[in-house]
């Protein structure tokens, strides 16, 4: 073991070879946690943007679903309408009715 000479350069590149691991390592640790804290804070970022979209488009439907709302009453009142003058027209045609059945009448049997 005394003959055992180790030239400075080997001795100075394994230092070197060391130190330089121990930085790449200490590197890449610290690239982790600022991946880890860049991670962290777009997650709360994209929770808050989820939660503002998720309530713009509630309110968005919402409003939809008030003017469906309003289109039905009007489509119903418009029904009703219908209905109304359909009862008229028919109320009608049954006097009609009775009025050609008594001009029918007196034209057929003047007399009577």
């Known amino acids: 073991m005394e003959q055992l000479k180790l030239p400075i350069a080997l ?3 394994m230092v070197l070879q060391i ?3 121990v930085w790449w390592v200490s590197q890449q640790a610290q690239t982790i946690a600022n991946l880890e ?3 962290s804070e777009m997650s709360s970022r994209m929770a808050i943007e989820e939660n503002v979209n998720m309530k713009r488009d509630v309110e968005q439907l919402k409003k939809e679903v ?3 709302w309003e289109m039905e009453n009007s489509v119903s009142m418009m029904v009703t309408e219908q209905i109304r003058v359909k009862a008229r027209i028919s109320v009608l045609e049954k006097e009609l009715q009775f009025f050609e059945r008594d001009h029918n009448r007196l034209t057929q049997h003047p007399m009577e």
């Open 11 to 13: 001795v100075v590149a």
């Open 37 to 39: 804290a860049t991670v």
């Open 66 to 68: 008030e003017n469906i």
């Open 19 to 21: 130190s330089g691991g």
